[in-house]
Nanobody, 120 residues
């Protein structure tokens, strides 16, 4: 059974940084693409970043490309989202998402999310 557990969220000040982590289990992590998405209250789901199973390709949404980066550690079944220069509009629930193939774009499993609040 796929299990995705996000951590690293919390309260951050504007201009600060957070590193989100996703612990994956129940599947062969190194075989699947992964992604991060966020849900902001009153808005639709935003796809922030995705990465291939072997890290050979990745994307970061243009809205955060100068501040966020995605990475993974296949040896430890971990996905990361490094978030710098945080803004109040980055407040939301951040999800770790598993792709159904080795690339990003088609997804089949979600974590429960970790809350990020950016406020002074």
């Amino acid at each position: 059974q796929v299990h995705l557990v996000e951590s690293g969220g919390g309260l951050a000040q504007p201009g600060g940084s957070l590193r989100l982590s996703c612990a994956a289990s129940g599947f062969t992590f190194s075989n699947f693409g992964m992604a991060w998405a966020r849900q902001v209250p009153g808005q639709g789901l935003e796809w922030l970043a995705g990465i291939y199973s072997d890290s050979s390709d990745s994307f970061v949404d243009v809205s955060v490309i100068d501040r966020f980066s995605i990475s993974r550690d296949n040896a430890n079944n971990r996905l990361y989202l490094q978030m710098n220069s945080l803004k109040p509009e980055d407040t939301g629930l951040y999800y770790c998402v598993k792709a159904s193939r080795n690339y990003y774009g088609e997804y089949d499993s979600w974590g429960r999310g970790t809350q990020v609040t950016v406020s002074s």
